[in-house]
């Protein structure tokens, strides 16, 4: 998966924690998946409850094309949340910013080559949040992994199996037994292929998504039994210098997951990150390969 860039950049993301959205008659649990869909701009966002609990993170060490940064280990998430069942589309994103344009055009297409320097991004979570009365962020890495795995701890949430069938990836690299195809070389609507059991789509191929963590001074992330990892529920100032990036004083990590349509099978499995850096030619974070999903948090 490409690198980017080393550069100084400050991005403002407006997180704030809010009333959890569905009522829950007494007695009643939320099924994992259950829907809430909520309409701003005239365009419908459609979200899959993700129930609280713990998984393991990360992968075992025989498991093909394991990387430095995945040690399997226990996490806990006490809190339940809601994530957007698909990658957010252009129809979506242009309902606050009609202007900008991805490589690939296309209303159900996933939002790529989003600037975040210059705010573009924020300004899309702002308009959401004054708009529909809610309030959003980018998932972190474990609760993005923990809601792509959907209770499964194999390589990716429908098996141990990828190919060019089953998500939009580079098909001439499938993965396990999967059957060799081609690459499209582009993106896909969403929603094209089977989503995981808790409802959510394309979290393996078509774009990479955007995860964003605390990482406070000494605590590790990574630690076998670690609760909430990396969350944040406040406004943020993120200051990124290089590959270091803070939110007052916290360190801040972004990471993508899930890989992109012009990547192997091995870089979409679930465990599978990569660190993001800044593009200084093109002046802002990304490319078509990268996108991002909502996380709407009680």
Same mark, same amino acid.
């Given at each position: 998966m490409q690198n980017f860039i080393k550069q100084y950049f400050v991005i403002a993301i407006t997180v704030i924690a809010l009333n959890f959205p569905l009522a829950v008659q007494a007695g009643e649990e939320l099924k994992p998946g259950s829907k809430l869909t909520l309409k701003a701009g005239g365009v419908e966002f459609t979200f899959c409850y993700i129930p609280a609990g713990s998984f393991m993170m990360g992968s075992p060490e025989s498991e093909k094309g394991r990387g430095p940064g995945e040690k399997l280990h226990k996490v806990i998430l006490r809190k339940p949340f809601y994530?957007?069942?698909?990658?957010?589309?252009?129809?979506? /994103? +242009?309902?606050?910013?009609?202007?900008?344009?991805?490589?690939?055009? !296309?209303?159900? #297409?996933?939002?790529?080559?989003?600037?975040?320097?210059?705010?573009?991004?924020?300004?899309?979570?702002?308009?959401?949040?004054?708009?529909?009365?809610?309030?959003?962020?980018?998932?972190?890495?474990?609760?993005?992994? /923990? +809601?792509?795995?959907?209770?499964?701890?194999?390589?990716?949430?429908? !098996?141990?199996? #990828?190919?060019?069938?089953?998500?939009?990836?580079?098909?001439?690299?499938?993965?396990?037994?999967?059957v060799k195809g081609k690459l499209l070389n582009k993106t896909t609507e969403v929603k094209q292929f089977k989503p995981n059991t808790w409802g959510l789509y394309d979290m393996h191929g078509n774009v990479a998504e955007l995860c964003m963590d605390f990482a406070e001074k000494g605590v590790d992330l990574y630690k076998d039994g670690i609760t909430d990892p990396g969350a944040f529920n406040e406004p943020l100032v993120i200051e990124v210098r290089g590959t270091n990036s803070y939110a007052k004083g916290i360190p801040v990590r972004l990471n993508v997951r899930g890989g992109g349509y012009n990547a192997g099978g091995s870089e979409c499995r679930s465990a599978a990150q990569d660190p993001l850096y800044i593009n200084i030619a093109e002046n802002h974070v990304g490319g078509d390969y990268l996108g991002f999903r909502l996380v709407l948090i009680p």
């Open positions: 994530m957007l069942e698909n990658e957010v589309t252009q129809e979506q /994103y +242009a309902a606050a910013d009609k202007k900008w344009k991805s490589r690939f055009t !296309g209303a159900k #297409l996933p939002v790529e080559n989003f600037m975040m320097p210059e705010g573009k991004i924020v300004k899309f979570f702002q308009w959401l949040s004054k708009t529909s009365g809610k309030k959003f962020r980018v998932p972190t890495e474990a609760e993005w992994e /923990y +809601a792509c795995r959907a209770g499964t701890s194999t390589p990716f949430n429908c !098996g141990k199996d #990828l190919d060019s069938t089953m998500a939009n990836i580079d098909g001439y690299y499938p993965y396990g037994n999967g």
